[in-house]
């Protein structure tokens, strides 16, 4: 091989490098920009979930409580043992009622029954506590 043809190869491999380097920047930096995004929706449901739980649960399930049956509360205990610590179950009973709580279905649109259990499960984490 001549001594152009090496650097022409050598000038191109750099090349290649530096794209691929680029690249590489490129998709970290999306992957990190993504991330807090994803923790920002959580977070937003979880505060949407408060409003609504406060203005259309807290009335029968303040603090975590239940002013109807005290066993059946929304402790993370309780939620365990009634197997309702799922976003499911907990969409389900919301949507649906069950013995003295009534069903939210026309009443609460689905991404607010959504945000609702976001909030449920959140808080019994937290012990219902701030």
């Given amino acids: 091989m001549n001594n152009g043809a090496c ?18 920047a490129i998709v970290i930096y999306a992957l990190l920009s993504v991330r807090p995004a994803l923790a920002d929706a959580s977070t937003d449901l979880t505060a949407q979930g408060a409003k609504i739980f406060s203005a259309n649960c807290a009335a029968c399930h303040q603090g975590g409580n239940n002013v109807v049956s005290a066993n059946k509360n929304l402790k993370a205990a309780a939620l365990k043992q009634y197997g309702m610590d799922s976003t499911d179950a907990i969409i389900t009973q919301v949507t649906n009622g069950k013995g003295a709580m009534p069903a939210f279905k026309g009443r609460l649109k689905d991404e607010e029954i959504k945000a609702v259990a976001a909030y449920v499960l959140d808080q019994s984490a937290k012990d219902w506590k701030k």
């Fill in 7 to 24: 650097r022409y190869f050598y000038r191109r491999g750099t090349t290649v490098k530096k794209l691929i380097y680029a690249v590489f």
